[in-house]
């Protein structure tokens, strides 16, 4: 089975664009998490996608947004991008409430 | 949100068991025990996760406390492509948002 995969693996953006990282999800499931990494720190949860609904948000500006597709890929979505913001991207699908699988992120870098 | 408390960092022989510990003193009812692991320049890897009893997989153990306070990981024999950073989560189900400390760095030594 095909895992979770994320493009780009890497991208560098300058203060104050926007970015769109997208996500495949495993095939079969339907759940989408977002997770973001600082570096020498743990995953910090953003949202969840179920059915392409939010489903349960972490303590993260409205400039972070999301889309879960039909096909149950996803997208986040960042805008106005500040230099905190340069961090590991991870996105983690499930089926259900099974145990989440994760892809092995977009790196993106603030200038 | 309930917390964990994990060591920093632990030390292993190659081909010795290792045991993880992990602290949760504040765990509710409900809660799962999770435990994911992050190899250099991957993303987290599901582990195994339970709910009051001992699980086994092909992967490792996990022992919970009776009281659920506490849960150890164990490793039954540690490779060299098992060091990684150990993360303890509790998460209201099993697919629900995951809430990461700072988790254990394991070193596996030859």
């Known amino acids: 089975e095909t895992g979770v995969t994320q493009s780009p693996t890497h991208l560098i953006k300058t203060r104050g664009q926007q970015v769109t990282l997208r996500c495949s999800s495993q095939?079969?499931?339907?759940?989408v998490s977002w997770y973001q990494q600082a570096l020498g720190q743990g995953p910090q949860f953003i949202f969840q996608?179920?059915?392409?609904?939010?489903?349960g948000r972490g303590n993260f500006p409205p400039r972070f947004s999301g889309l879960q597709f039909p096909n149950y890929s996803s997208e986040l979505n960042v805008n106005a991008l500040e230099l905190d913001d340069s961090a590991l991207y991870l996105c983690?699908?499930?089926?259900?409430?099974?145990?989440?699988?994760f892809g092995d992120g977009t790196r993106l870098s603030i200038l | 949100d309930a917390k964990t408390t994990q060591p920093n960092s632990m030390e292993s022989n190659e081909e010795e068991p290792v045991h993880l510990p992990c602290n949760h003193s504040t765990i509710s009812g409900t809660d799962y025990i999770h435990w994911y692991r992050q190899l250099p320049s991957q993303g987290p890897e599901y582990v195994i996760h339970?709910?009051?009893s001992n699980v086994n997989n092909r992967m490792a153990s996990l022992a919970i406390a009776e009281d659920r306070k506490s849960s150890t990981l164990i490793l039954h024999r540690a490779t060299l492509r098992d060091a990684a950073v150990y993360y303890c989560?509790?998460?209201?189900?099993?697919?629900?948002?995951?809430?990461f400390g700072q988790g254990t760095e394991l070193s596996v030594k030859p």
């Open positions: 989560i509790l998460s209201y189900n099993q697919g629900g948002k995951l809430i």
């Open positions: 996608y179920y059915r392409e609904e939010e489903n």
């Open positions: 339970g709910l009051t």
């Open positions: 095939s079969g499931h339907n759940t």
């Open positions: 983690a699908s499930s089926l259900d409430n099974q145990p989440q699988h």
